[in-house]
């Protein structure tokens, strides 16, 4: 919640929403000889974030309504922050995107304005009088820390999978790769092996 919000005309604005899934790489890695089979202990639910599947009929279930909890408590945090009836919130929400200008109009927004106008709201709202001297605190990150803010995965996690896109991307890791799996067929198998092009 806010005191005041200040936006551009042309500032994205809203997106009320929740967005949620995972990644199950297990069938993609199995091709290239990696197990991501795991023992699970716990309920049905404790394995669902599990790289190695997708999420079963039980989880899907018990996700969408952790994601329903979720939004609900958006909508619920909008409307108060902006003081407008949940209906009218749930309205302009589903995920849509207005631009500042018109969330301005549909209340979502308090003032149209660029980053002083914020500053002289904010010295109005808290009753300093006087300039004051602006110090920029902007974080210098990498592009990982960023993919965890934005994601909420770990900056190791997304190194880990920058990595592994970046080998299975590699034409000469994946020849790598297939000659371990073709390493590991039983003798006498009845399976083709074509030539791989040298790299």
């Known amino acids: 919640n806010a005191s005041a919000i200040v936006a551009q005309p042309t500032t994205l604005t809203g997106s009320i929403g929740v967005f949620g899934g995972k990644i199950a790489l297990g069938e993609a890695l199995a091709r290239v000889g990696v197990d991501l089979r795991q023992v699970g202990v716990g309920s049905d639910y404790a394995s669902a974030f599990s790289l190695g599947s997708g999420l079963t009929e039980d989880q899907r279930a018990a996700f969408a309504r952790w994601m329903?909890?979720?939004?609900?408590?958006?909508?619920?945090?909008?409307s108060e922050g902006r003081r407008l009836p949940v209906e009218r919130v749930e309205s302009l929400a589903k995920g849509r995107v207005w631009t500042g200008a018109q969330a301005r109009e549909l209340g979502l927004v308090d003032q149209i304005g660029g980053f002083y106008d914020a500053v002289d709201r904010a010295r109005a709202l808290s009753g300093v009088n006087q300039e004051m001297r602006l110090k920029w605190m902007a974080s210098e990150g990498s592009p990982f820390e960023a993919f965890e803010r934005l994601f909420g995965v770990s900056a190791a996690s997304a190194r880990t999978l920058a990595a592994s896109a970046w080998v299975l991307g590699d034409p000469r890791a994946q020849a790598l790769l297939d000659e371990m799996a073709w390493s590991r067929m039983p003798p006498g198998s009845a399976a083709v092996r074509a030539p791989a092009p040298a790299y």
């Open 68 to 78: 329903d909890q979720i939004y609900a408590r958006f909508i619920g945090r909008v």
